[in-house]
C-alpha cells in the first residue's frame, strides 16, 4: 500500500513537472535522472521524491526533467550494459543536458565508463554510492556528489545496547552490486567490535533456505539486514517484500541501516535515507545550474544518517523507550486521544469545566444542608473510585481510547487496542445482547462476558454513556472485572446448596416411613445438586455374585436404565468388582480412557452412552453391601471434592439405616 503511495506521489509530481523534449530556445534547463534500479523501488522512488521536492522549490521549478531506469536488480551483465549504451547513444545523439543526476553504484560506475562519449562536457552529480573510491574520481573534474555513508557501526552499537545479551549477529546480504559494497564496509567495521560479539554471513543462500535459517534463530542472536534483493537462485526481490519475508520468519529482532525498510517488520536502526539523498543531490545540482564550477564542489561525506525505530517492534521485542536515543524518529507510534480528536478534547474540556462552575455554586448553596454533604460526599468517593476501573472511549464500533486499566484487565498493549473494534472484545455469544444496550443508549451498569487477548472469558460490569458529537455517538464506558465476585457469589451459593443438600438428604431419614421414598428423594436432590444426568443405587446379595440396581433419578431427556440392570453378573466385572470389594472409590472422568482390563465395564457404559461416573461403596457395619454412583451421559469431566464428600455422606446414612433396619 505504502509502495503504491509513493507512485501516486512521483505521478503527480511528474504530471506537474514540463517533461519530454522542448527546445534549448524555450530557455529551460534540462535534467537527466540516471536511477541504478527500477521505478516502484522503495530506495529509487525516495530519491526521485527528494529530487523533485528540492527542485520545486527552487529557481527551477520549471526545470525539464528526463528520467531513466537501468533496473540492474533485474538485468546485470556487460552485454546488458553494452545494449544500453547503445540505446543511450541513439536516443540522446543530438541532445543536451545541463547535468546529469545519477542514482547507486551501477548508474555511476557507467556514467565513469561512458560519459565521455555519451555527455560530453555535462557535469554528473551521483548519490546512493556504497563504497566510493577516490582514485576514479582524481582526475575527473566533472563528477561530484554525495556517498552514501551508512553509518553500520552506529547501527551495531545500538544493536548492542538494547539488547547486551546478545553473542551473535546475522548479517544478511547478497551478491549484488550494491551486496559487494556492503560487504567492503561490513569488514571494516567487524574488527571495531571484535571480543564483543561474533559476526555471521547469511549471503549466499536462496530465499527459502534464508528464511528457514532464521526462523530457528536463539534469543541470544541479532539479525542486521543490509540488503537481499537478488538470492542464490536468481530471483529477484524488492525491498519491501524481502524487508517483510525475512522480519517476519526471524525469531529475533531485525536491524537495517535503510529508512525503506521502516513499517515492514523490522526494529530500526542509525539509517540512511534515500530522500536526503536525492535531496543533497539536487542541492548540488542546483550549484551547478548557477554557474558554480563542480570543482569547487567537493564530494559530500558527511552523516545525514537519523536514528529510526518502529515503535510495534519495539514492543514486541520489549524494548523500553527509555533506552532509544534522544530524537529518534519512532514510526506507527499510536496517537493519543487528544491528537486524534484535539477539538472534541476541548469541547468536553470546556463542558466539565462549565459543570465544575455550576456544581460549585450547587454545592455552596446546599452545604448548607447535611443531606446535600452527604450526598457530595458519596459522589467523591465514587468518582475516586472509578480511576481504578477500566475506561474505553469507542465511535462507530472503534475503540478510540483506553486506559492503563481497560488493557491490564483484557490483556492488550495500549497500540493493540486502539482501532480495534469494540465488538471483538466482547464474547460471542454474548454480543448481540450487548449491541443492543450500546446502540439503545443503556446508561445503567449491566453485567457482559469479555475476551481476554488469550481468548480466556471473563465477567464484567460496564457502565457507559452515550454522547453526541459532530451527528456521531461517542460512547464512554467503565468498565469493570467482577469475575471474583461472582466466583465468591458462586462458592457461596454452592456451599449453601450443599448444606441445603445434606440437610435435605437427612431429613428424609428421619423417623424413615417408608425407606424406598426416602431414598428416591434422597437421589433427586443429591441429581439437582450435582447436576448429574442419572443418580442410582446398586446393592450386591449376600454372596456378593450379583448386582442389582435398586433406585434410580434421571434427569429431564435422560433414558432410565433400571429396568435393564436387575441380577447382573458380578463376576463379569471383574475390574469394577475387585475396586468395590476393597471399598475404594470409583472416579472416572472419560469412560473412552479405561484400560484394557476393564473392557467389560466399558462396553457396558458404552451401551447406556455413559461419558462419565463416580461410585462410592455403601458399607453396612463392616461389609460392602452397594454401592451409590452418578453419571454424565452429555459430557466427560472432573467430579469436584463437594459431590464425592456429598454422595459419601448419603452412602454412610444409606449403610447406617439399613443397618437398623436388619437389626
Not at 565508463?113 to 582524481?138: A, H, I, M, W
Request: aromatic residues 10%; contains cysteine.
Amino acid at each position: 500500500m505504502r509502495q503504491q503511495l509513493f507512485r501516486l506521489i512521483i505521478g503527480a509530481f511528474l504530471l506537474t513537472y514540463p517533461l519530454g523534449y522542448a527546445s534549448a530556445a524555450e530557455g529551460h534547463k534540462e535534467i537527466l535522472v540516471l536511477h541504478s534500479y527500477s521505478q516502484g523501488l522503495e530506495w529509487t522512488d525516495n530519491i526521485t521524491m527528494g529530487i523533485l521536492n528540492t527542485l520545486a522549490n527552487s529557481e527551477y521549478s520549471d526545470i525539464l526533467f528526463h528520467f531513466e531506469y537501468m533496473d540492474t536488480k533485474s538485468y546485470f551483465s556487460p552485454g546488458y550494459l553494452n545494449q544500453l549504451y547503445d540505446i543511450f547513444q541513439k536516443k540522446f545523439k543530438n541532445k543536451h543536458f545541463d547535468v546529469i543526476i545519477s542514482s547507486d553504484d551501477d548508474a555511476f560506475n557507467f556514467l565513469l565508463e561512458r560519459q565521455p562519449k555519451l555527455f560530453p562536457g555535462t557535469p554528473v552529480v551521483f548519490c546512493g554510492v556504497n563504497y566510493l573510491d577516490p582514485s576514479k574520481l582524481r582526475n575527473n573534474l566533472l563528477f561530484t556528489g554525495i556517498e552514501e555513508e551508512y553509518d553500520l557501526g552506529g547501527t551495531i552499537r545500538i544493536m548492542l545496547k538494547l539488547h547486551p545479551l546478545a553473542k551473535k549477529i546475522i548479517v544478511v546480504n547478497d551478491k549484488t552490486t550494491t551486496g559487494i559494497g556492503n560487504l567492503k564496509r561490513m569488514q571494516e567495521v567487524i574488527p571495531l567490535f571484535e571480543n564483543q560479539v561474533e559476526f555471521l554471513f547469511m549471503d549466499d543462500l536462496t530465499m527459502q533456505d534464508l528464511l528457514e535459517k532464521l526462523g530457528g534463530l536463539t534469543p541470544d542472536t541479532l539479525v542486521l539486514l543490509l540488503t537481499f534483493n537478488r538470492d542464490k537462485a536468481g530471483v529477484n526481490y524488492g525491498y519491501t517484500e524481502s524487508g517483510e519475508m525475512i522480519s517476519k520468519a526471524s525469531t529475533v529482532p531485525v536491524y537495517v541501516v535503510w529508512d525503506f525498510y521502516l513499517g515492514k517488520g523490522v526494529v530500526g536502526g542509525l539509517v540512511t535515507s534515500g530522500f536526503q539523498q536525492g535531496k543533497k543531490a539536487a542541492e548540488m545540482a542546483i550549484k551547478i545550474l548557477n554557474g558554480e564550477s563542480v570543482s569547487n564542489i567537493p564530494v559530500l561525506q558527511e552523516d545525514i544518517n537519523q536514528y529510526m525505530f518502529d515503535y510495534r517492534q519495539l514492543m514486541k521485542f520489549f524494548i523500553p523507550l527509555s533506552e532509544i536515543p534522544e530524537n529518534s524518529v519512532i514510526v506507527n507510534r499510536p496517537l493519543s486521544f487528544y491528537e486524534q480528536n484535539k477539538i472534541l478534547v476541548w469541547l468536553i474540556g470546556a463542558g466539565i469545566l462549565g459543570l465544575l462552575i455550576a456544581f460549585g455554586v450547587l454545592y455552596i448553596v446546599q452545604l448548607r444542608t447535611r443531606s446535600a454533604y452527604l450526598h457530595s460526599e458519596d459522589r467523591y468517593k465514587k468518582l475516586a473510585q472509578a480511576s481504578h476501573e477500566g475506561i474505553v472511549l469507542h465511535m462507530d464500533q472503534k475503540i478510540i481510547d483506553v486506559n492503563d486499566s481497560y488493557a491490564r484487565m483484557t490483556g492488550y498493549k495500549l497500540d493493540e487496542l486502539l482501532g480495534m473494534n469494540i465488538y471483538r472484545i466482547i464474547a460471542e455469544d454474548d454480543r448481540e445482547r450487548v449491541q443492543k444496550l450500546i446502540e439503545g443508549g443503556y446508561d445503567k451498569p449491566f453485567e457482559l462476558k469479555l475476551l481476554r487477548k488469550d481468548d480466556s472469558v471473563f465477567w464484567a460490569e460496564a457502565n457507559g454513556r452515550n454522547m453526541k458529537y459532530r451527528g456521531r455517538i461517542l460512547r464512554v464506558a467503565a468498565v469493570r472485572d467482577i469475575t471474583d465476585e461472582l466466583k465468591a457469589k458462586e462458592a457461596m451459593k454452592h456451599w449453601f446448596d450443599f448444606e441445603r443438600t445434606v440437610s435435605s438428604v437427612l431429613s428424609h431419614y428421619i423417623g424413615v416411613p417408608d425407606i424406598d421414598t426416602a431414598i428416591n428423594a434422597s437421589l433427586a436432590d443429591l441429581g439437582r445438586f450435582i447436576t448429574a444426568d442419572r443418580v442410582y443405587v446398586f446393592m450386591i446379595n449376600t454372596d456378593g455374585s450379583f448386582l442389582d440396581n435398586t433406585h434410580e433419578w434421571c434427569a429431564p431427556g435422560v433414558e432410565k436404565q433400571i429396568d435393564n440392570l436387575k441380577n447382573l453378573d458380578a463376576l463379569s466385572f471383574p475390574w469394577w468388582n475387585e475396586r468395590i470389594k476393597k471399598g475404594e472409590n470409583i472416579i472416572i472422568e472419560d469412560v473412552s480412557k479405561l484400560p484394557p482390563d476393564a473392557e467389560s465395564e466399558k462396553n457396558i457404559l458404552n451401551s447406556q452412552n455413559i461419558k462419565s461416573l463416580a461410585v462410592v461403596p455403601i458399607r453396612r457395619g463392616k461389609n460392602i453391601v452397594g454401592f451409590v454412583g452418578v453419571d454424565n451421559t452429555r459430557s466427560t469431566g472432573n467430579w469436584s471434592d463437594d459431590y464425592i464428600a456429598i454422595l459419601r455422606l448419603f452412602a454412610e446414612v444409606l449403610g447406617k439405616v439399613l443397618s437398623k433396619i436388619t437389626e
